[in-house]
């Protein structure tokens, strides 16, 4: 069994037929929204930010000064909403920016999260469980399934920035997102 059959038959254990159907006529519809935004350019600015545990936990011992601060991706939340085919369960879009050379914390999602990663520029390298890292470019995707180990998420440039998309479907009593390994 090759590496997207086994994450088929991982899907196959927390949702059915239908749901499955379902799910991916959503990432379709995600990445026709997503390609005619990256063809006509929305103006900067257009997303609303939101403040990540990821990005407070790496700043808040540097809070008021930024000096010494070590850089951080930027999250923005691009949707939240609950999905009515789906009950009990939400989509959840975020837009990650990662300035040259900087990557997110160790992590992994919330239990039932399942998770589509689209890279829209730049190259991101990704390590999930323990599975080899790996640099995608524009266009490239990869799933992570829920409770995945995202152990090493990462602008793999030092020189230009990158920015993923990450649609994730979710059970809708799930408070936290994103559990920060241990330091």
Do not use: C
Not at 51 to 73: D, K
Not at 91 to 102: E, F, K, T
Not at 158 to 179: F, H, K, Y
Request: overall charge negative; cysteine-free; proline content about 8%.
């Amino acid at each position: 069994m090759n590496g997207k059959e086994a994450l088929h038959e991982e899907a196959r254990a927390h949702f059915t037929e239908k749901e499955l159907v379902d799910l991916t006529f959503a990432v379709i519809a995600i990445n026709a929204w997503n390609r005619l935004a990256v063809t006509f350019r929305p103006a900067v600015g257009n997303y609303k930010p939101a403040v990540t545990a990821m990005a407070y936990r790496a700043t808040a011992s540097t809070a008021g000064s930024t000096h010494g601060a070590t850089p951080r991706e930027t999250v923005t939340v691009a949707a939240n909403v609950p999905i009515p085919n789906l009950p009990g369960r939400r989509l959840v879009s975020r837009v990650i920016d990662y300035p040259p050379g900087v990557g997110s914390l160790p992590h992994r999602h919330a239990r039932s999260a399942f998770i589509y990663a689209y890279v829209l520029s730049g190259v991101i390298r990704s390590q999930v469980d323990d599975e080899p890292a790996r640099v995608y470019g524009p266009g490239e995707t990869w799933f992570e399934s829920p409770g995945a180990h995202h152990r090493v998420s990462e602008n793999a440039s030092d020189t230009e920035p990158a920015r993923l998309l990450a649609v994730i479907i979710v059970d809708a009593a799930d408070g936290q997102m994103t559990i920060l390994d241990p330091q």
